[in-house]
Each structure stands twice: as C-alpha cells, then as structure tokens.
C-alpha cells in the first residue's frame, strides 16, 4: 500500500513523497528517454547493488565531514566525465548526507538537473530529504551553502529502514516527535503511547508517524516554500542543534535535535510559554526514544556558537518557542537577549 503527498510547486508540479512499497519500483518514477546517474555511498550500494547497478552511479563518503563543497566539486568532475549534460536526470540513494549533496549539485551544475531521492534512513525520509532544501556545509557550519528546488519524488519504502542501525533510527525518531510538537499533538501523542520496541518491531505504526510527520513538513512548505516566514517553525530545536554540532562531532543529528529541543521547551516554559508539565512531557518522550537529552557542553560556548547560525540576521536570531504541545511561535532575540537566555537555562 502506498500513499503519495505533494509537497511544494517544484519546477513544473508538486514534488511526490511516496510512503509505502516503492523500492522495487524505482524505474516507474524516473523519466524515460533520459541518462541517469545515482549518488550514493558504499554502504547503501552494497545493501542494494542490484537496482543501483542498472544505472550509472557514483560513490560519495560516508557521514557528515563528506558533506562538502569538495565533495560536490567532486561529483561535477565525474558527471562531466559520465558525459551528463542538462537532460540527465540524478538521483540521491542514501541517507540524509546523500540526498542534501545530490540535491544541492543537481541544483548547480549546468544550472539545474531535474533530480529525485531514494531515502533508505528514517532520517532522510521524515526531513532530510523533504522539502526541497539542498545544501552543504562550510566551515564547520551546517548548510551553509544551499539551494532551494524540489526534487521529483522520495521514495520513503519502510522496508528499508529494517537494516538501519538501532542509533540511527532513534536520531530518526526525533526528527517525528518535533513534527508533533510543531503542528500535530496527536503525533506527539503517538510516542507517549507507544514504546521505542513497537516503533521499531511495527511497521505501520511507523509508517503512520512517517506519514503524518511529512504532512506537517508539507502543509508549512506549501504556505513558505523558500523560509521567509512560517517555515522557520521547521528549525524548532535547531539552533541549540547547530550548535551542538559545531561545537562537537559526538552526536548524530536527531540526536542534537532531541537535546536541542528540550533545551528549547526548557527556555520555553521559563519564558511563559509552556507550562513545566508540557516541559517535561517533552523531555520523557526524548528519554523513552533512547535519545539524550543534555550535553556536557559548556553553555556559553553553545550560545557563542549559535550566534553564527546560519538564519541570524545581523545581530539576532530567529528562535523557535513552543506554545504548548502542537504549537510554536518564531521569536527573533537579539545577540543581548540571548545573552541573558544563558541565565534561564542553567
């Protein structure tokens, strides 16, 4: 069983997440009478050699020190070497790592190939790879350089998420829970009803929870497709998380994103904005995901890294606040006030 939902207008129709049995159907998504060429990693090429061997491929390194303008410089050179010019159309197979590389050189090179994502990590299917943002990092900052283009379709299949790693399926797992506490409780409710075993052991469980988390990211990018406005809300608990991630190569992404977020619904409630029960709800969920939900990293060197978050804007930034569970607000705070957010934190 499948289910298909558009997210944004890309280039010529709305970009297709499909949810369900997809993998062995690749061929049915991608244009005919056009090159393709896969980007992938060799592990995800060694899981699925045998569809990604009908098509010309190339391999990037594996994790986040991979996702680089060298890397894309890269994969310039092999797509001039494959021979691929404007009609050739690419394809991300792999995690989040993968698809932000594939989309930001599809975006770029010859001025734009029309693209689509394989995403085999529950990472790469609820956030990575929706919503049309590609990008790479600079410096040790997450994403600095990017695009803003949708791909054709994501091919979210559960079936591939059984070979993913216990770790990387709860980093996962936080990207789903921040959807709920952006825009749906029922999804938040979700993960205080069920434990991380059932998740794991029940696919339509999960399939459910991929399905809503998507809708939340898709209803917000069809409203702000290039984040001028509404789409900040996405980043709630990002700002800690980049940070986190300047600051240290201990923790996954989601796993950031959980500590980050709790930090937030923290601030949150000291603010007024959330009660101190919403507050802790938040943090049990984290725990019984199995993700962590503090860092032994100093608090001023956080708050001086976030400060060259990419979003800031002169000498503030915009920080996503809940307003209890299924809600949130964006509130810029200047350099000063953040400052001061030091004080409410400890």
């Known amino acids: 069983m499948k289910q298909v939902i558009e997210v944004g207008r890309g280039a010529d129709a709305p970009s297709r997440v499909v949810i369900g049995d997809a993998i062995n159907s690749l061929e049915n998504y991608l244009p005919s009478g056009r090159k393709v060429v896969i980007v992938t990693d060799p592990n995800v090429h060694r899981l699925y050699k045998e569809i990604i061997n009908r098509y010309d491929y190339c391999l990037i390194g594996l994790g986040e020190p991979n996702k680089t303008l060298g890397t894309a410089g890269k994969l310039y050179g092999e797509l001039l070497a494959r021979g691929a010019d404007r009609s050739t159309f690419l394809v991300g197979f792999g995690g989040g790592i993968v698809t ?39 410096e040790g900052y997450k994403n600095m350089v990017g695009t803003f283009n949708q791909p054709d379709f994501v091919l979210c299949d559960p079936a591939m998420l059984d070979t993913l790693p216990e770790r990387e399926f709860r980093a996962g797992l936080a990207e789903i829970v921040k959807a709920g506490l952006i825009a749906d409780r029922e999804l938040f409710g979700l993960f205080e009803s069920h434990s991380l075993e059932e998740f794991r052991r029940d696919r339509a469980l999960l399939g459910e929870a991929v399905m809503r988390a998507v809708k939340v990211k898709a209803h ?101 606040l809940m307003r209890g569970i299924g809600d949130c607000e964006i509130r810029p705070m200047t350099f000063d006030e953040i400052d001061r957010t030091a004080d409410l934190l400890k």
């Open 220 to 320: 917000i990018v069809e409203r702000d497709e290039r984040e001028s406005d509404e789409r900040r809300k996405l980043n709630l608990g990002h700002t800690f998380a980049h940070a986190i991630e300047k600051c240290s190569r201990d923790f996954l992404h989601g796993e950031a994103v959980a500590i980050g977020t709790v930090m937030i619904a923290r601030l949150s409630e000291r603010l007024g904005t959330v009660t101190a029960e919403e507050a802790a709800r938040v943090r049990s969920v984290f725990e019984g995901m199995g993700l962590p939900v503090a860092t032994g990293i100093e608090l001023p060197r956080l708050i001086a890294a976030l400060k060259h978050d990419k979003k800031k804007e002169a000498r503030s930034v915009a920080f996503v």
């Open 100 to 138: 932000d590389v594939t989309g930001f050189v599809a975006s770029t090179y010859m001025r734009g190939l029309r693209f689509g994502f394989v995403a085999t990590t529950l990472l790469a299917q609820v956030d990575a790879s929706v919503g049309g943002k590609n990008g790479v990092n600079y």
